[in-house]
């Protein structure tokens, strides 16, 4: 993997920066079309100028505290071999492998339900970012309703997830330069109401926010819940660090994003102190009525449908690590891009974000009421990953106390406030993401304590290596021509596929491979340390795959690296052998009567082994292993 800190030529950083606009910043990029809106909704009716100025202040230093200092300045110091994101956190703490023999302790729970909490964004953001797009059309014209806002916000989101697989490379050249028109675009109205009132700029004080919050303490929590509707996506831009690099992205917000969201909100500010009576839609209020508007709303449509794809895709790379890290069951990957391996698509969590976006869509019909929804999964990710950090800082870099406490208090003041004032939108469609959250945190816990129980009384076995040479070279088995690999779960035991086929079939071929894949707690395996081949003897050969957990193996490969690392195998002639497990419940293992049956449920819908490693369909023997739990 290029180290995005390296020096690049100019056209490449460009390029670089360019692309971080498109992909990083499209959900950031278009809260201005709801967040200001709801910040003066909520605001009390007394002094409106005032309540309208620290509502400013607070949207401006929520996006200064929570993307500059938190994010750009500290989080994105903690990259994992360049990877950014929840899981690359969870890797750097080194507190529980990923191997899945020592189940989930209490701080992996906590990470893996920050990370289920994205799946609630991914759900959200492309319902509210295109009903937000699509409300413009009532502006323009009042013979626009609330049902044909719901039609059209309908019709763009099933055709945004109809082209998901075909990949994104085909739009994701224009993806830049459109969300650069868009910020500049955003940003010029926004100047152009700020200098008829310039009075607007003193939102710039802090103070004026912190007055506000204080002065009117029964509408800090809705002032607050607001608030927080400015900083959604910046997760993202930790999420994003390994497809553009910090530098990258730092650029294109202090370059791009952040002058064009700043002199759009104080725009949206100085409009509404100079038209409190005209405050319906702060947004499309800047722009003239008739054609321009119109203009104005397709443009919006265009960068909310990015800032959609951006987390679809976000969703999709979250949930193949997931799989990697054994915290997923195994689903259908497909590679829409030869070049760039990031670019995959997967059709179960495709349907699953399209039904839950539809369904959010036709329930709430507003972005106005879909903002109660929104909030509470950004801000319990913000606070999840201020405390993955605090572990990484204490665990993996040493920090002192002294040092740690200081800055993590400081995040984690903001977020709790964010986050309390989020909870009364609970019963109000709150619930909606949490709920979603908890779903997949059940079947993360669920897939990885079964795994756990399945390997610890499967493929634990203690047949050594010694034992299995005794086998091999025993009078009563027949060795044959040719090469078998068997997938072996453990890496230093021998496969219980091997052993009942011995002694079902009383032979063993000629060479014997012993595969067995790792996934390691780092994004990408070099490929001169991908390999481990041992000869154990009498023909049995162990290898050792290690893989990142943004890297899907594909053993059909695998086996042409190993003929050249040695092992005397022709991969058109080889035969694989792995376990098919056929899950009962009943037994004593450590688990949940419902656990069990929800593993069985899972297990039996998850993507068969010889699809998820791509072996040859006409080259793979399964064999059946019932196992109680």
Known sequence: MQSHGSKLGTRASLGLTLGALGVVFGDIGTSPLYALRECVNALPDSDPATGILGALSLVVWS???????????????????????????????????????????????????????????????????????????????????????????????????????????????????IMLVWFASIGVIGLVHLLKEPQVLAALNPLRGLRLILGHPLHASAILGAVVLAVTGAEALYADMGHFGRRYISWAWYGVA???????????????????????????????????????????????????????????????????????????????????????????????????????????????????????????????TTLAFWKVARVRWRWSLGRTIPLCSVFLLIEVAFLVANLHKFLDGGWLPVLIAVGLLAIMHTWKIGKAEIFRRVYANEITEGELNAIACSGRIVRVRGAAVFLAGNPTGTPLVLLHHVKANKVLHETVVLLSILTEDVPGVPEENRLETREIGHGIWRVIARYGYMESPDVSALVGRIRDAGVPLKPSEATYYFNREMIMTGGDSRMWHWEKRFYALLSRNARPVRDYYRLPPMQIIEIGLPIQL
């Open 63 to 177: 996006l200064v505290a929570v993307v500059c200092a938190k994010y750009l300045t500290v989080i994105m110091r903690a990259d994992n071999h360049g990877e950014g994101g929840i899981f690359a956190l969870l890797a750097l703490s080194h507190t529980e492998r990923s191997s899945g023999r020592h189940g989930v302790g209490a701080f992996t729970m906590v990470v893996l339900f920050g990370a289920a909490l994205l799946y609630g964004d991914g759900v959200i953001t492309p319902a509210i970012s295109v009903l937000g797009a699509a409300e413009g059309l009532k502006s323009f014209s009042s013979g626009f309703h609330e049902n044909h806002v719901v039609i059209v916000s309908c019709v763009i989101l099933v055709l945004l997830f109809a082209f998901q697989s075909r990949g994104t490379k085909a739009i994701g050249g224009v993806f830049g330069p």
């Open 258 to 384: 952040f002058p064009g969201l700043l002199l759009n909100y104080f725009g949206q500010g100085a409009h509404a102190l100079a038209h409190p009576e005209d405050i319906g839609n702060l947004f499309f209020t800047l722009v003239p009525e008739g054609w321009p508007r119109l203009l104005y709303t397709g443009l919006s449509i265009v960068a909310a449908v990015i800032a959609s794809q951006a987390l679809i895709s976000g969703t999709y790379s979250l949930t193949r690590q997931a799989i990697q890290l054994g915290f997923f069951p195994r689903l259908l990957v497909r590679y829409t891009n030869r070049d760039l391996a990031g670019q995959i698509y997967l059709p179960l969590v495709n349907g699953a974000l399209a039904f839950g976006a539809l369904y959010v869509v036709l329930i709430f019909r507003s972005s106005e009421r879909l903002a109660a929804a929104y909030g509470i999964a950004v801000t319990g990710t913000m606070f999840i």
